[in-house]
């Protein structure tokens, strides 16, 4: 498909021919139906004239897929460089299609006949995530001449993202801790997950947040309107009314939610407007950080999720990589208890916080470890490459330098 002239396809097309070989109940599938039913009576030898259809189907399903990406690419389609490297329009539904990383993909796709764009394609057992990771680091090898600036580039972004989650796995836990044996033993109520700096802007922040900072935020909170103060932190009234509790981040907000809408219906609201009123009185309670802490949460767990799926097999996936997985499937389980724990904070969800977070902190450090070691050892290389570059281009404009003056100068 190298001369733009013939590429008169529509992707769309090619996709839904590609889910008649592949997709669910079709062709493919009924190739392993009747193979299977034909073990089950003794006779699969005499379909022995059918096998090589069952990887054909498959592979030509790819090869339309790869075909239809090839074209949205030169439309401009966002989702062209994931469709080519193999991943179906229905997986890539909702997920996040950050442009940073597929520019350069993209453009590959859409100039196939310039560029080997075979560096795109889905590794065995990669996720969209471990791709999207993949990108940046080969694109910049790719471009440089250079694997190992690749792998810097590439650790560099791993690294960053570490530096966002992992803390805050051990951060919960230790705060989550604490709060535990304030409960067991003082009788105090528990607090919800990512609401510290509510605590601090009210005056009543944790004892482990310095004198000076919770001062400072205390002086900010009184000196903000009560109703911004609310509006970001929680209304510690709706807590007392109906949550039983008297600050925001005590309350659970399913509680508040089910007695407001509850005490709606009992006034004669509907179904609906029990349910409307109840979800705004959680909102209000939780405030806008609380609520908006919940919602990344939930995005969280959502992706990750369907990152564990795509791994495939559990067996098979922690053959392939034992301490990866279980960072992955407990970073899963850390975002879900997190979830929990701030829409509803108990001894049991904080728990469940506590030990998931401990967990994946402790597995994703094993499951980089390497790369830890690694990383300062191909920082230098690559350092010792720019120089050299840098080097090259100094020589090469001082040559040039040269030559020009040359040219300028009537004696020479």
């Known amino acids: 498909m190298s001369d733009s002239s013939q590429r008169m396809a529509n992707p769309s097309d090619l996709e839904h021919l590609a889910k008649l070989f592949d ?23 005499r379909l022995a004239a059918l096998k090589p259809m069952q990887s054909w189907t498959g592979e030509t399903a790819t090869d339309l897929r790869r075909r239809a990406a090839i074209l949205r690419a030169e439309k401009g389609d966002p989702k062209a460089a994931a469709l080519y490297a193999g991943f179906k ?7 996040q299609l950050p442009p940073d990383a597929l520019l350069i993909a993209n453009a590959s796709v859409a100039n196939g006949d310039k560029f080997d764009a075979a560096w795109l394609k889905r590794k065995p057992g990669e996720t969209y995530q471990d791709w999207l990771q993949r990108i940046p680091g080969d694109a910049t090898a790719k471009v440089s001449g250079d694997e190992n600036l690749g792998e810097v580039v590439a650790d560099y972004i791993e690294f960053t993202a570490l530096a966002s989650t992992v803390p805050t796995a051990f951060t919960t836990a230790v705060l989550g801790t604490l709060s535990l044996i304030k409960r067991f033993k003082h009788g105090t109520f528990m607090k919800a997950p990512g609401t510290t700096i509510a605590q601090i802007l009210k005056g009543r922040a944790p004892s482990l947040v310095p004198a000076r900072i919770a001062a400072l935020g205390a002086q900010i909170g009184r000196s903000t309107p009560t109703v911004v103060l609310d509006v970001l932190t929680g209304s510690d009234r709706l807590a007392q009314l109906h949550g039983g509790r008297l600050y925001a981040w005590e309350a659970n907000l399913l509680k508040v939610g ?3 809408g509850t005490a709606s219906r009992a006034a004669g609201a509907s179904r609906l407007g029990a349910l409307r009123s109840g979800a705004s009185a959680a909102v209000r309670t939780a405030g806008w950080w609380r609520a908006a802490g919940i919602g990344g949460s939930v995005v969280a767990t959502g992706v990750g999720a369907f990152d564990v799926m795509q791994e495939g097999n559990p067996v098979e996936a922690f053959k392939r990589d034992k301490a990866g997985y279980v960072s992955k499937v407990s970073g899963v389980a850390f975002n879900a208890s997190l979830t929990v724990a701030m829409v509803a904070p108990t001894p049991i969800t904080i728990g469940a916080a ?3 977070g401990a967990v994946y902190g402790v597995s994703t450090i094993i499951a980089n470890k390497e790369k830890f070691k690694e990383f300062p050892g191909k920082v230098a290389d690559a350092g010792r490459w720019a120089g050299k570059k840098i080097g090259e281009g100094a020589g ?7 030559k020009l003056g040359s040219a300028l100068n009537p004696f020479d």
Request: proline share 2%; no cysteine; glycine share 14%.
């Open 23 to 45: 997709g669910r109940g079709n062709l493919g599938d009924k190739l392993d139906e009747a193979f299977s039913r034909a073990s089950r009576l003794g006779v699969r030898d």
């Open 89 to 95: 329009p229905e997986e890539l539904k909702g997920l």
């Open 258 to 260: 089910n007695n407001v």
């Open 354 to 356: 506590v030990v998931t």
């Open 396 to 402: 090469k404009l001082a040559d040039g330098a040269k």
